[in-house]
């Protein structure tokens, strides 16, 4: 070892630490905490909407809630805990010794509690914070206080932050694989990173611009979306959805390779359709980019645009059918254990295509006419995002540990905690189909009183899951701080490069590349 | 699918509904849980049932084959029953298999999906038209044949809301003034939105539009039988977007027209007295009825507005410095705030009504006086 090695220590390591995996924590950890503030969000929203009236907060502030509850969600929570995943793994799957960017690497992190503290100040400022939806429509975001601006400053932020970890997530998969390790060799997991990499690439800059003309319109004169400057407030959703399609691909396509890489170990038997899995993936990237307009089946499009965005919108059941059906031809016939990794990614997998059918339902759009703005759609939403994406990030969580922090986890309170969130998940977000197929709208704080008993069902599943992750916070603590040993392989059906390096990692690995057959 | 199939599926689904209510929440199992849409009462309200009944019902079989090859690999194939791994991964014709048979069932939805889009769309031959726009938060309608015109607001008392009394049967779902439409007539609206975007939707006619400032977007529906429907406004529209709904009144013709006479003579006597002076007394009693139904949703029923997003009225700088501002403020709005041009929305007693009131009500005294001759000048 040379002196190149030596490192600091405290809080200058994790402020100038340029190390793949001090990085890849940071971000997880930064996520965990985003994780609850937004959960805490729904919480007070789930609270308030426990009855009819106006119990507990405002109106104004409960558009707040909505709103900063999706952007912490989707920027704060799962876009950077992927990225920790990524930051983690990439290299140890790829037998590199580190991410190739490594100071761009540590800016990206450090973007990130900036963003997330302009976001959530922008709730003390007069007036409040954003309240508008995180769609950010205007006319409605023109009439916000500040804390608008904070917001579409901290949304500038965070896309920087994405754009840097794309291009180093590109830069790594592309030029530090090992010998050996060709393209169709690398883990699914990496495919998809790299995948999402490219859409982050084309999207996010995309919200930039939208969000900076709307910070022009506030504020400098301009009308792009102003129609009486001649301007256009639908343009703004084109633009808007344009990254806001591939977006949704960004949550979800990295749970897919976590998906990829959990179900063959536990089912000790080889992925099933490797190749077509890569070429799903890289479909469904591409028709990510031609949907966009299936969020806006209501705003008066031509005929042509209607039939268009319907049809584009139903072939994405395809690729994703096809992924859903490899899965299960891995699980077929091999010899499973349902260790706690495993039943998050089988849950995920289910749940997930509940929330794909419920989306293929949403993309008719005649049916949309009567789905679209109600609760049938966030009901949708969340069984992509929260069994897609979140589930799959438990699942992460659990799988990886032990060669994260060289201790396995507690296997009965892993399990208790899996019960409880499906419990809670389904028990919170299952009813909410039936809200919206009776005609309840989404963002109201308050409704007409046939709602009532559903959205009790609803306010308790979302108690229940808000505990369960105390429980989560509380097993990752006490897998850091100690428990059993783990092995370098830690599962009996484990394969990559990231079983042969011991148990915790050590702080650089494969220093010399490993070669792959 | 048949009518009858359609009832007996929405059978399933209602009891499958009470089977999972008496299991997760003892005692409530007798409520009324609704799981489907609301009865349709237009031709086109009927398609989207049935369309929607269709792919609910293929989505599901299609879910219960999933998770029963899922369920059943779980239940056989797992180590503890010393199940072998098999070490296959490959298998050309099965991926063939599960990507063209989706294929052909996407194809099977699109079909019956692009019908009843095209029906929708088709706005010929119809035999009257009513202008909706959306404001916040309240809908004004025109009937453009009729020359009748008004706005309609939530009638749900804020006591009702802030758990002060008892919530009444439409809690939310009921307005002051209806839009009445006649029965059996394709009537077209045209939909727009005088300030941000909102959504016009009554789920038993299956309409559903934005209301876009600065676009017409046209729809149309034909009413079955009479009664009355409920919707609320479906696109997030700022603070109030959870309380400005539509409640539409279906009637037989004759009903119709004598509603519409009805309606004219009263919008001719609402706009009596525009001519004369008024007494500051009676301008007062005027302008706080109208500040009740225009301005206290953001202003506040008392004047103290919501610290640092709606101004207060009481000692604000506008309700006592020069008339001059107070009317150009109400009258044309601010450009970028909530605030919206009134001069459309308020005849001129109206006008001056709420602006004298605001000058001498809610903690204001400045004894300002404005007679609807001084907004008519301004028109
Ligand atoms: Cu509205």
Redesign the interface.
């Given at each position: 070892m040379s002196a190149h090695d030596s490192h600091p220590t405290g809080l200058s390591r994790w402020l100038f630490t340029t190390n793949h995996k001090d990085i890849g924590t940071l971000y997880l950890w930064f996520s965990f905490t985003m994780f609850l503030v937004g959960g805490a969000m729904a919480m007070i929203i789930r609270a308030e909407l426990w009855q009819?009236?106006?119990?507990l907060v405002?109106?104004?502030f409960f558009?707040q809630m909505t709103t900063v509850h999706a952007l912490v969600m989707v920027f704060g929570a799962v876009m950077p805990a992927f990225t920790g995943l990524a930051n983690w793994q990439l290299p140890l799957m790829i037998g590199a010794p580190d991410m190739a960017l490594p100071r761009l690497n540590n800016w990206s992190f450090w973007l990130l509690p900036f963003a997330a503290t302009l976001l959530v100040l922008s709730l003390f400022?007069?007036?409040?914070g954003p309240?508008?939806?995180w769609t950010l429509?205007p006319?409605?975001t023109?009439?916000g206080?500040m804390g608008m601006d904070f917001t579409i400053l901290a949304v500038h932020i965070l896309g920087m932050s994405s754009i840097l970890g794309s291009i180093n997530i590109i830069a790594t998969i592309l030029n530090m694989r090992a010998p050996g390790m060709t393209l169709m060799k690398m883990p699914l997991f990496v495919w998809t990173w790299l995948i999402t990499a490219f859409l982050l690439l084309a999207s996010i800059p995309v919200l930039a611009g939208a969000v900076t003309m709307l910070l022009t319109d506030?504020h400098f004169g301009t009308h792009f979306f102003d129609?009486?400057g001649g301007g256009?407030?639908?343009m703004f959703q084109h633009i808007f959805w344009f990254f806001g399609h591939p977006e949704v691909y960004i949550l979800v396509l990295p749970a897919f390779g976590v998906f990829s890489q959990i179900i063959p170990t536990f089912?000790?038997?080889?992925?099933?359709?490797?190749?077509?899995m890569v070429f799903a993936t890289a479909t469904i990237a591409f028709l990510s980019f031609i949907v966009w307009a299936h969020h806006m089946y209501?705003?008066?499009m031509p005929?042509a645009g209607?039939?268009f965005f319907?049809?584009s919108t139903?072939?994405i059941?395809?690729p994703t059918?096809?992924k859903?059906?490899n899965w299960?031809?891995?699980?077929?016939?091999?010899?499973?254990?349902?260790e706690t990794p495993m039943l998050y990614a089988?849950a995920g997998?289910?749940l997930f295509?509940?929330g794909g059918?419920?989306g293929?339902?949403l993309s008719?759009?005649?049916?949309d006419?009567?789905y679209?703005?109600?609760y049938f759609v966030v009901a949708h939403f969340h069984y992509t995002i929260f069994a897609g994406s979140v589930l799959a990030l438990m699942g992460a969580a659990y799988y990886w540990i032990p060669k994260w922090t060289g201790h396995m986890y507690n296997e009965t309170l892993g399990k208790t905690h899996f019960w409880l969130t499906m419990i809670g998940f389904n028990?919170t977000f299952f009813p909410q189909h039936?809200l919206g197929?009776?005609?309840m709208?989404?963002?109201?704080?308050?409704?007409?009183?046939?709602f009532?008993?559903?959205n009790?069902?609803s306010s308790v599943g979302a108690f229940i899951l808000g505990a369960a992750q105390l429980l989560w916070l509380y097993i990752l603590i006490k897998t850091v701080k100690g428990g059993e040993k783990a092995t370098d392989k830690v599962w009996e059906g484990a394969e990559g490069l990231e079983w042969t390096v011991p148990s915790p990692a050590p702080y650089h690995t494969f220093s010399t590349p490993p070669q792959v057959r | 699918m048949s009518i009858s199939s359609l009832h007996s599926l929405k059978g399933v689904f209602q009891r499958l509904?009470l089977i999972l209510?008496a299991t997760?929440?003892p005692g409530?199992a007798a409520?009324?849980?609704?799981?489907?849409?609301?009865r349709p009462v237009t031709e086109i309200a009927g398609?989207?049932l049935e369309?929607?009944n269709l792919?609910?019902l293929i989505?599901t079989v299609?879910?219960i084959i999933?998770?029963c090859?899922?369920f059943y690999?779980?239940l056989m194939?797992?180590?503890?029953r010393g199940?072998?791994?098999?070490?296959?991964?490959?298998?050309s014709t099965?991926?063939v298999i599960?990507?063209v048979v989706?294929?052909l069932i996407?194809v099977a939805?699109?079909i019956p999906?692009?019908a009843?889009?095209?029906k929708?769309?088709d706005t010929s031959g119809s035999e009257m038209t009513v202008k909706i726009t959306g404001y916040q938060w309240k809908w004004k309608y025109d009937y453009l044949d009729q020359d009748v015109s008004f706005f309609s607001s939530l009638s749900t008392p804020q006591d009702?809301?802030?758990?002060k009394a008892d919530?009444g049967?439409?809690?939310?779902?009921e307005v002051d003034n209806p839009i009445v439409l006649p029965v059996g007539k394709k009537i077209r609206f045209l939909?727009t939105a005088n300030?941000?975007?909102h959504?016009w939707?009554v789920?038993q006619l299956?309409?559903?539009?934005?209301a876009?400032?600065?676009?017409v977007?046209?729809i149309w529906t034909k009413i079955d039988e009479p009664g009355t429907y409920?919707?609320?406004?479906?696109?997030?529209?700022?603070?109030?977007?959870?309380?400005m709904p539509i409640v539409v009144q279906a009637v037989s013709e004759d009903e119709f027209n004598k509603w519409a006479s009805v309606q004219k003579d009263k919008m001719v006597a609402a706009q009596a007295g525009a001519g004369k002076t008024w007494t500051k007394s009676d301008l007062v009693a005027r302008g706080e009825k109208v500040y009740g139904q225009s301005c206290a949703a953001c202003h506040g029923p008392s004047g103290a507005g919501?610290?640092?997003?709606f101004p207060a009225m009481t000692g604000s700088k506008i309700a006592t410095g020069p008339v001059a501002d107070h009317l150009n403020i109400v009258m044309n709005g601010k450009a970028?705030?909530?605030m919206t041009a009134y001069k459309g929305q308020l005849n001129d007693v109206d006008l001056a009504a709420v602006i004298t009131f605001e000058r001498n009500g809610l903690g204001n005294n400045t004894g300002d006086v404005v007679q609807p001759s001084q907004v008519k000048a301004l028109r």
């Open positions: 009819p009236g106006l119990q405002e109106p104004h558009n400022m007069p007036g409040g309240a508008a939806g429509y006319p409605l023109v009439q206080g506030r129609a009486a256009d407030p639908v089912a000790r038997k080889p992925l099933f359709g490797y190749t077509s209501t705003v008066g005929m209607e039939l319907m049809y139903m072939l059941a395809v059918g096809v859903i059906f299960m031809a891995t699980m077929w016939r091999g010899s499973m254990t349902f089988i997998v289910f295509a509940v059918v419920t293929l339902m008719i759009t005649p049916a006419f009567q679209h703005d109600t028990l039936f197929l009776a005609g709208p989404r963002r109201i704080p308050d409704y007409a009183l046939q009532t008993e559903f009790q069902w | 509904g209510a997760f929440v409530i409520a009324e849980y609704a799981l489907n849409f609301q398609d989207l369309l929607h792919i609910t989505v299609i879910m999933v998770f090859v899922m690999s779980i194939h797992r180590k503890s199940h072998q791994a098999a070490t296959f991964h490959d298998n099965l991926e599960w990507t989706p294929f996407l939805m699109a999906s692009t009843t889009l095209l929708m769309d009702q809301i802030n758990n919530k049967e439409n809690y939310l779902l939909v300030d941000v975007i959504a939707w789920p299956g309409v559903k539009k934005d876009i400032p600065g676009y977007n046209e409920r919707g609320q406004c479906a696109e997030l529209c700022g603070k109030d977007h959870g309380f919501v610290p640092g997003v970028g705030t909530a």
